[in-house]
């Protein structure tokens, strides 16, 4: 059974460094994996998809890479800002799933200005 | 461009009472889930469809049903109402044969009383 642990639960840091979200899944044979942002109480916001046979996404000034073999992706915010504060969820999709998602518990981020 | 369309946003509703949340996919869209989550709680799988078909089958209790319909909107029916059942309701959507991204609408919040 596939399960997405997030480490750290919850982390906070001051404005403008830079930081990295880590998550890792149990089960290598994964279709996609996607890093989510939600604010409290709010909607899903999509930040970065990886395909299984890529290493990393870029966008902006968050990058994320994938190890498929190990089991981990990681999430790497640069020159954090304040409106950044928000829980950042990783979730796989499973092969043969049509694309459900299995999820982390997330990462609540705090970014003190 | 076009989201994933959510209504209500927000719904009260008494203990043994029924509710009704709509989904509007992203056009051209094939595929809609249905994820619940709880206070605190990283989402978990309801239910999806493909091609108004039912494809896969999660947590959902038997007081719940859905379908999708014609129009590709897609409808869940809560009947018997618990206090468990409050939540944040989100429907996401995607398009079977492409990169297997989930775009997820800004969620429907349901408080039984």
């Known amino acids: 059974k596939q399960e997405v642990t997030q480490i750290p639960a919850a982390l906070s840091v001051p404005e403008g460094e830079n930081l990295v979200l880590n998550c890792s899944f149990t089960?290598?044979?994964?279709?996609?994996l996607q890093w989510f942002r939600q604010d409290p109480g709010k909607g899903l916001t999509s930040l970065l998809l990886?395909?299984?046979s890529q290493r990393e996404q870029t966008s902006g000034r968050l990058n994320a890479s994938l190890d498929k073999s190990s089991g981990r992706s990681t999430l790497y915010i640069a020159a954090s800002q304040p409106g950044d504060s928000a829980t950042y969820l990783c979730?796989?999709?499973?092969?043969?799933?049509?694309?459900?998602?299995?999820w982390g518990a997330g990462t609540k981020l705090i970014i003190k200005p | 461009a076009a989201g994933v369309i959510q209504s209500p946003r927000h719904l009260i509703k008494e203990k043994r009472e029924t509710a009704t949340l709509k989904c509007y996919p992203i056009p051209r869209h094939d595929t809609v889930y249905w994820y619940q989550q709880g206070p605190g709680q990283d989402p978990q799988f309801l239910i999806s469809f493909y091609e108004k078909m039912q494809s896969d089958k999660g947590s959902i209790p038997d007081r719940f049903s859905a379908q999708q319909f014609s129009d590709y909107h897609s409808e869940l029916n809560m009947s018997s109402l618990e206090l468990g059942d409050s939540a944040l309701y989100f429907c996401a959507s995607s398009l079977k044969q492409a990169t297997g991204e989930l775009f997820f609408g800004e969620g429907s919040r349901l408080t039984v009383l």
């Open positions: 990886i395909q299984s």
């Open positions: 979730a796989v999709s499973l092969m043969d799933s049509n694309y459900q998602l299995i």
């Open positions: 089960d290598s044979a994964i279709y996609n």
